[in-house]
């Protein structure tokens, strides 16, 4: 889930949640773990699409060693 404020300056912030589901009735017990980061500086999205692109898996920044 990303969360991108004040679009005209690409300031704002990330989250990624893990939610825990019971297996059998779906009821959520809560969450296990939230990641937040900052996004100060930001290229555009057109911009930000090329670089994703070109970067080797290692380099993105959704990579989970």
Do not use: C, W
């Not at 990641?35 to 090329?50: F, S």
Request: net charge negative; glycine share 4%.
């Amino acid at each position: 889930m990303r969360y991108i404020n004040a679009s005209d300056k690409n300031l704002g912030f990330l989250i990624h949640p893990s939610l825990i589901l019971d297996a059998d009735s779906l009821i959520p017990y809560g969450f296990l773990d939230i990641k937040v980061g900052d996004r100060t500086q930001e290229l555009p999205i057109k911009k930000k699409m090329e670089a994703h692109n070109i970067l080797s898996i290692e380099e993105k920044e959704d990579y989970n060693e």
